[in-house]
């Protein structure tokens, strides 16, 4: 079965860090881009950060830029998100998902996705 299982979501202060993880079970990450995609209550999924299937291109959006760092060991078969300075904004449902090799910013081109990970920012 291929799926994608992301992990290490939780909550945290403002101003805290979190990496959450995506684990590829029955194929290799390595020909896929990797994107992460985040989802608040009652807002439209965005995408946040991706990695090209190399590693050699990272994408992030305004949001998250110089804060958040997208990362992948493809030895592993796991890509990382790195999120530090977390703000309230952040808290989300994050997900990742795999596409053919370069980053794409339609998520109906992303073939695969995981279940979600609860990110959640307060004081």
């Known amino acids: 079965q291929l799926q994608l299982v992301e992990s290490g979501g939780g909550s945290v202060q403002p101003g805290g860090s979190l990496r959450l993880s995506c684990a590829a079970s029955?194929?290799?990450?390595?020909?896929?881009?990797i994107g992460w995609f985040r989802q608040a209550p009652g807002k439209v999924r965005e995408g946040v950060s991706c990695?090209?299937?190399?590693?050699?291109?990272?994408r992030y959006a305004d949001s998250v830029s110089g804060r958040f760092t997208i990362s992948r060991d493809n030895a592993k078969n796991t890509v990382y998100l790195q999120m530090n300075s977390l703000k309230p904004e952040d808290t989300a449902i994050y997900y990742c998902?795999?596409?053919?090799?370069?980053?794409?910013?339609?998520?109906?081109?992303?073939?695969?996705w995981g279940q979600g990970s609860q990110v959640t920012v307060s004081s």
């Open positions: 029955g194929f290799t990450l390595d020909l896929y881009a």
């Open positions: 990695i090209s299937s190399s590693g050699g291109t990272t």
């Open positions: 998902a795999a596409a053919q090799r370069v980053c794409r910013r339609d998520p109906l081109e992303y073939n695969y």
